[in-house]
C-alpha cells in the first residue's frame, strides 16, 4: 500500500503519542508498505493550547495547507491531535483517511470543551475509519457519533526500554527484574517515579499533595518536560509551602537510559492524571515491576488493574494517593506481590508487530472501499 501519515510537528517527538506514530510507520514500512510523512506546522509548540487551537482552526481554510495534503496515497493516515487543521479540508480529499487517536481534547475537563467536542464530532464525520489506543478511547470516539465497526483498538507496546542496561544491573529482563524486586520491597523510603510532561493534566500537583498527607516516608522524582511554565511554578511553590524540598527532585528530561535506571531503582511509578487516553508510562513502568498510582479517568484501567499492578484513584484526590502510597510503603509483601504481577501483565501486553498489523488490516479494508466490519474487535491480549 501508499500510505500516506499527516501529523503536527514531526515523528522526532518524544511524547507517547508520537513514539506511537514513529513506530507505526517504522512497522508500516517494514511490512513493505510505502509511507509518506507529512508534516504540519504544529501550533501548540509556542504560545499555549488557548491560542493554538483557533490558529489551527484558521489553517484549515487555507488552500496553501490544503494542496500539501493533495499527494498520491491508496490510503491516509492522520494524528487526531491534528484535527483542528485537518477537520474541513478532509472532505475535499480523493482518498480515503483513517485518524489515529491518542486522546481526544474533548474528554478532558477543560472551559472550551464544547467547543472541542462539536469540531471533533465534525473532524470525524470526515473519516472512513478511526485506530484507538484503548478501550475507553474508542468509547469517547463512538459517543462522538462514529461508527464503532470503522473503528480497531490497537494499543501501544510498552518496549521502550527493552535491552537498556538502566546503570548497574544488566539488561531489563523478566530475570533481571525478579531478582531485583525482591530485594528493592523492603527497601525504605518508599521511592516513586512521576514520568511525563508537567503540565496540570498529569495530576503532579495532585501527587505532591498525596505524599505531605501520607503517613509515611516517600521519596518522588520528577521526571519530565516542562510544558507549562506557571503550572510548574504552582507545583514547586506547592514543593516549598508543604516542606517536601528533601523529598521531591525535579530531574527534568532525561534520556532513555537515565530514565531507565531511575526506574530500576524506584519501587512505583505515580501520574495521579486528571485524564489519560492510554498512559503507555504505566505500562513502561510496569518493564521494571513497578505497580503504577494511576488515574481511573481514561484508558489506564486498560492496563493497570486496581490492587493487582496497581492502584486506580479517581482525578484530583490527594487522600487517595496518600492511601495508595501509604499502602504500598507500609507492606512490603504486598509491594513485591504487585510489582511480580506488574511485571506479568506487561509480558502478556501486545507487541508493536501486533499492533501494526491490527492496523494494517484496516488500512487495507479502507483502501480496498470496504465497510471494515471485522475492525471493532480488539485481540484478546489488549483486555488482558
Given amino acids: 500500500m501508499k500510505v500516506g ?18 513506530k507505526l510507520v517504522e512497522g508500516l514500512r517494514r511490512a513493505g508498505d510505502t509511507v509518506e510523512v507529512i508534516e504540519l506546522p504544529w501550533r501548540g509548540a509556542a504560545g499555549g493550547a488557548w491560542r493554538a487551537y483557533p490558529r489551527g482552526l484558521c489553517d484549515t481554510l487555507s488552500p496553501r495547507f490544503r494542496d500539501r495534503l493533495r499527494v498520491d496515497v491508496d490510503v491516509m493516515l492522520q494524528d487526531e491531535l491534528a484535527h483542528p487543521s485537518l477537520w474541513h479540508c478532509n472532505r475535499d480529499l480523493s482518498y480515503p483517511i483513517v485518524s489515529v487517536v491518542h486522546h481526544l481534547r474533548a474528554s478532558e475537563p477543560r472551559r472550551l470543551s464544547p467547543l472541542y467536542r462539536a469540531v471533533e464530532r465534525r473532524y470525524f464525520a470526515s473519516l472512513d475509519g478511526v485506530v484507538c489506543n484503548s478501550t475507553v478511547t474508542r468509547e469517547a470516539v463512538t459517543g462522538l457519533g462514529v461508527d464503532p465497526d470503522a473503528t480497531v483498538v490497537a494499543p501501544p507496546a510498552g518496549d521502550r526500554f527493552a535491552g537498556h542496561a538502566g546503570g548497574s544491573g544488566g539488561a531489563v529482563t523478566a530475570e533481571s527484574v525478579a531478582d531485583r524486586i525482591a530485594d528493592r520491597a523492603a527497601e525504605r523510603p ?140 507500609t507492606d512490603p509483601d504486598r509491594l513485591a506481590a504487585m510489582s511480580r504481577a506488574a511485571r506479568r501483565r506487561y509480558e502478556r501486553h501486545p507487541d508493536w508487530p501486533a499492533t501494526t498489523a491490527r492496523v494494517r488490516r484496516l488500512l487495507a479494508t479502507v483502501a480496498d472501499g470496504e465497510a471494515p466490519a471485522s475492525a471493532t474487535q480488539p485481540d484478546p491480549e489488549v483486555m488482558a
Wanted: hydrophobic share 45%; charged share 25%; aromatic share 6%.
Fill in 5 to 22: 501519515f499527516a501529523l503536527y510537528g514531526s515523528l522526532d517527538e518524544r511524547s507517547g503519542g508520537f513514539r506511537y506514530d514513529r
Fill in 190 to 329: 518508599l521511592r516513586v517515579a512521576f514520568v511525563g510532561n508537567i503540565a496540570p493534566r498529569k495530576g503532579l500537583d495532585t501527587l505532591i499533595e498525596g505524599i505531605a498527607a501520607a503517613d509515611a516516608a516517600v521519596e518522588v522524582v520528577v521526571v519530565g518536560r516542562t510544558v507549562d511554565e506557571a503550572h510548574v511554578h504552582d507545583v514547586r511553590r506547592t514543593v516549598d509551602r508543604l516542606e517536601l524540598t528533601e523529598r521531591v527532585r525535579f530531574a527534568g528530561r532525561l534520556s532513555d537510559d537515565e530514565l531507565a535506571a531511575t526506574l530500576r531503582e524506584s519501587h512505583a511509578i505515580a501520574v495521579p492524571s486528571r485524564y489519560e487516553g492510554f498512559g503507555i508510562v504505566y505500562l513502561e513502568g510496569m518493564a521494571f515491576g513497578l505497580p503504577a498510582i494511576a488515574s481511573r479517568a481514561g484508558g489506564a484501567s486498560d492496563v493497570v488493574t486496581d490492587g493487582e499492578t496497581g492502584v486506580l484513584v479517581d482525578p484530583d484526590d490527594p487522600s487517595a494517593v496518600a492511601a495508595a502510597l501509604e499502602s504500598l510503603a
